[in-house]
């Protein structure tokens, strides 16, 4: 399957759009906390820029810019990037993203 195809499937698949950001976040993984980058985010997940190799499916929170920490799972980790996926349902991202969540797409 070409990179295009594979592209356009995740994008038919994802229910929430991701808005492209750059935002200071910080990774806890209950044992030690990691300042990351936060890009391409939705009220279901978020891609961090973060050199360290977690597991798939291993339990984190997720704090970006002055919001709550969010529970989430990670969904993959490749070429220093860690995909999350959030623990909560979108409305209750929304409220801990604060005005960073009111000005993510709801669809």
């Not at 997720?62 to 919001?67: D, G, N, P, Q």
């Not at 623990?87 to 009111?102: K, T």
Request: with cysteine; hydrophobic share 40%; net charge positive.
């Amino acid at each position: 399957m070409s990179t295009a195809n594979k592209k356009e499937r995740a994008v038919i698949r994802r229910k929430f759009e991701r808005q492209h950001v750059l935002l200071k976040a910080m990774l806890d993984t209950g044992v030690y906390g990691f300042d990351c980058m936060a890009y391409d985010l939705s009220l279901t997940g978020v891609r961090v820029k973060l050199d360290l190799p977690l597991q798939t499916e291993c339990e984190v929170w997720l704090m970006v810019k002055e919001s709550s920490n969010i529970p989430a799972s990670v969904a993959w980790a490749r070429d220093g990037y860690i995909g999350l996926k959030f623990g909560l349902p979108p409305g209750q991202v929304a409220e801990l993203l604060g005005s960073v969540g009111s000005k993510l797409p709801k669809s």
